[in-house]
DNA sequence: GGCTTTCGCTACGAGTCGTAGCGTAATGGC
DNA sequence: GCCATTACGCTACGACTCGTAGCGAAAGCC
């Protein structure tokens, strides 16, 4: 991150541990306050930094979020199971281990309601959050295409729009199990998305 | 909802225009200005009421904006169109256009990510938001397996969990696509949607 | 007409925001 | 070793919003 700007090399540089105990006090701050509840003030207070250090690294409560809420995700990765279906299990089950904290759930959702009315925010959540998952889940595909469980798209065009199409299915299911419904993402739900994912409602139950 | 309080009869009786106006003006606010910058002072502006008056019918911004939103959703309906996927896009469709819709997009996502540590807010957005949603997903099942296009559940219990599961991914890959990839879910999304739900992504391509 | 509740209005303390200003601390260049 | 430069902690500030209290007037039911 210090590499991306070459420039302004002089003078004292910004203290690595700061960033560090501001992002996990920020995290700390989601799960006993709450997004609305959360004040850059008592973050600063809680990460033993002046409110002002803060504002110089973050325009606001946003960006700040963002980045607590994203170094979340740095655990998610896509082992090979041996099946498209373990493979998709396995993530679904990771994402929603992470979704199932409260500083995810509180934070994460409020930023994205946030990022309807601000570009630059929605590119910042796509670059840092949504970008990540959407990898594996094209990474999950390729793998499946190899092992000849899915068909091979010809039209570049259409392999695109089919895999932000799996992506949306996936996160958007797990994601509003788990906020909107308000119930855990467990195995016995895994397993019925995954079936229902690969063979459809119309297949005949187990 | 007025014949749901008996008791006290007397008195002057609250306005109804006034309830009306106020949900408006949330709604024109949630436009202009989005979530984070919607104050109770200014809607009360807008409506023409004082403020007073606003904070003796909602608790706060959350219970308000839930209310204003809900009122999107009494258009949902689900006509019969004679098949499960022609009745799966139909109220695909509905949905994606009420999403699309600004005030939607920015107070839904705020009052749900709220609802992750208010329970009661939570029971509100269920009753006057996700129950109709949930509804029209059962009745559509209903009508499938009268048709014949679907299997019927044997276990109460399992169809349940089922009439959930397929709630969560419509509901879920909507919400997804809309809100956190940000593109619009158009016809021919509906389309390619639909086709997974009800095949399975190993169905051969059309 | 009298009782009761709602309404509009004003005012208030409390809390948060984001910024400015200051002296100090920690680097790299010379 | 000294200096320019940048980051840091601290304090203070005006502006804003919050949610509530108190008041007189209005609008219904008996």
New interface residues.
């Given amino acids: 991150m210090q590499s991306r700007t070459p420039a302004a090399r002089t003078g004292r540089p910004r203290s690595a541990a700061a960033d560090a105990a501001i992002l996990a006090a920020t995290r700390a701050a989601l799960v006993e306050l709450?997004?609305?509840k959360l004040t850059l003030g008592d973050v600063a207070t809680r990460a033993g930094v002046a409110k002002t250090t803060l504002y110089r690294r973050w325009a606001g409560k946003n960006e700040l979020v963002v980045d607590a809420v994203a170094e979340l995700f740095d655990e998610l990765e896509l082992p090979d199971r041996g099946s498209?279906a373990a493979d998709v299990e396995g993530v679904v089950l990771q994402f929603a281990a992470i979704l199932a904290r409260?500083e995810a759930?509180?934070?994460?959702?409020?930023v994205?309601?946030?990022s309807?009315?601000d570009a630059a925010l929605?590119a910042r959540?796509?670059g840092s959050i949504?970008e990540r998952q959407m990898r594996l889940v094209l990474e999950g595909r390729a793998r499946a295409q190899r092992r000849g469980?899915?068909?091979l798209?010809g039209d570049p065009a259409e392999a695109a729009?089919?895999g932000?199409?799996?992506?949306?299915?996936v996160?958007?299911?797990?994601?509003?199990?788990t906020?909107?419904?308000?119930?855990q993402a467990d195995e016995e739900?895994v397993r019925?998305?995954t079936r229902?994912?690969?063979?459809?409602?119309?297949?005949?139950?187990a």
Same sequence: chains 1, 2.
């Fill in positions: 709450g997004w609305s498209l409260p759930k509180s934070g994460l959702m409020a994205v309601a946030e309807t009315r929605r959540i796509r949504v469980e899915l068909a798209e729009r089919t932000e199409l799996i992506f949306d299915m996160a958007g299911a797990v994601v509003h199990r906020l909107v419904s308000g119930n739900w019925g998305f229902v994912l690969l063979l459809g409602l119309t297949a005949p139950s």
